[in-house]
């Protein structure tokens, strides 16, 4: 079975791709059960290897550089976290047909959830909070700067351009004088006057993980930089509402300014989203539409 493209020059794969690579690089798991994981993500192809395992596979040259980014820190990380992020097991090299370097990480049990899923969102918000407070209090010595390694984390001007372009693209589809207002008052709002923190940089629904309803991970850290944090509060959006969206922000003690950009994050991230991936990504062009009409919701309750 092959991957979906979802990108111009996307590399394709298949599961005899993933065998070859194996057999030749890793020639001890050359013969474990291999499947493709169906999956709304852009970056990465992904096979279960076994029980225990996952093989993520580069599709496009710009997510490269995630796996030298989550080998090195990840590990670092984890030990100081609350909750389970995944563990790099080896890296492999570009070969079989393939351009890339690759990587076989431990499998994370979970999936992905509604709020409608989840035994207690409340509790489940504040748990997320404080995994993010816990990433932000870690010493970002030697930490990747977001303006060398991320679109995120930086002031909300440098998404001015793009974010404008892909609203103006929708006209047909969403309220534009909404989502302007909205992007507008983001950029107003004070930025970040503290030190850089860490921040997981795609804080989205896709990338939260539970079990049997329980929050249990957090997956997917290509975006990780240090930086303003503000980006990371996506998932009030995304994945939380009412007293659930209240309590994720109680628990984060976040202030208007930080909540502001935020908002204009999870607007940009989404009306960027939509266009690009219409046609090929029906599950995320879906989380996207629900992440901007909460904050639409959201902005007008405010306002």
Known sequence: MSVKRMHTGEVPTDEALVRRLLTSQFPKWAELPLKPVRSAGTDNAIYRLGDDMSVRLPRIDWATGQIDKEFTWLPRLAPQLPLAIPEPLARGEAGAGYPYDWAVYKWLEGSNATLKQIKDPARAATELAQFLKALQEIDTEGGLAAAEHNIRGLPLANRDAGTRKAIAELKN??????ALNVWESALDA???????????????????LFTRGELSAVIDFGGLAVGDPACDLMIAWSLFE???RAAFRAALDVDDATWARARGHALSQAVIFIPYYLETNPVGVANAQHMLSAVFADFETDG
Not at 173 to 178: E, N, R, V
Request: proline fraction near 11%; glycine fraction near 10%.
């Open 173 to 178: 589809l969403i309220d534009i004088d909404t």
């Open 190 to 208: 004070p930025q970040w006057d503290r030190p850089p923190v860490w921040f997981h940089g795609d804080m989205l629904v896709g990338n939260i």
């Open 242 to 244: 009412g007293e659930s």
